[in-house]
């Protein structure tokens, strides 16, 4: 069966310290990532989407980065913390070629800027 | 561009009452949508999705849905409210470049 794992679990960050999240998918192959954020009260907002390696859209300019080094893996990275960039984050997959296939959640990774 | 909205960011029902959360999308082609979960500090878990085939949906744990082109809607209901349901709720669609657009969300109280 599939899963997928995201750590850290919880992160305390200075503001303008760099920031590093991991997400790996096991169980499928080729599988679409996603990273989402959470802001306290609000919805998921999409950050960035990639349907393969090296592959990466970006939803909304901002402060950090992604990357997929290899096909189950995504990171999600910043150069320079901002106070805004607090939230709980969330990775996320799908099976790649299935149109109507749903998104398969990690366990999030919740980051506090100060 | 496809989205969905929610009516309702806080809903609060008694314990065996009916739950009723509402979801309204927008989209220019027919959609893939989904109701998620979210329990505190958790990921979100799917409930139900709708793919075109039946228009009630039934998912898990007696949740169900409804889409209706004609309301360009896609409301999720339980007919009785356990104190376990009490969560966070997301409607979301999913377009044909595979993004998948959320709603703000619904906190489900439920009274004891």
């Known amino acids: 069966s599939q899963t997928i794992h995201q750590w850290p679990a919880t992160l305390v960050q200075p503001v303008g310290s760099p920031l590093s999240l991991e997400c790996t998918v096991e169980?499928?192959?080729?599988?679409?990532l996603y990273w989402y954020r959470q802001a306290a009260g609000r919805g998921l907002q999409l950050l960035f989407y990639s349907v393969g390696i090296g592959q990466i859209s970006s939803e909304v300019p901002q402060n950090l980065s992604a990357s997929r080094p290899q096909d189950r893996q995504f990171i999600l990275s910043s150069k320079k913390l901002l106070l805004s960039d607090s939230g709980f984050y969330l990775c996320?997959?799908?099976?790649?070629?299935?149109?109507?296939?749903?998104?398969?959640f990690g366990e999030g990774s919740r980051l506090t800027v100060l | 561009a496809q989205s969905v909205t929610q009516l309702g960011s806080h809903v609060s029902v008694s314990e065996g009452a009916l739950v009723l959360l509402r979801c309204n999308y927008s989209s220019s082609v027919p959609p893939y949508l989904f109701w998620y979960v979210q329990y505190p500090n958790q990921g979100l878990q799917l409930l139900l999705k709708y793919t075109s085939a039946a228009t009630l949906v039934k998912g898990i744990n007696d949740f169900e849905a409804e889409f209706k082109k004609s309301e360009t809607s896609f409301h999720l209901t339980k007919p009785s409210a356990h104190m376990s349901d009490a969560a966070e709720y997301f409607c979301a669609v999913r377009n044909t470049g595979n993004q998948f657009y959320f709603g703000t969300g619904t906190s489900l109280t439920v009274i004891p």
């Open positions: 996320a997959w799908s099976v790649s070629g299935s149109w109507a296939g749903e998104l398969f």
């Open positions: 169980g499928t192959s080729n599988p679409n």
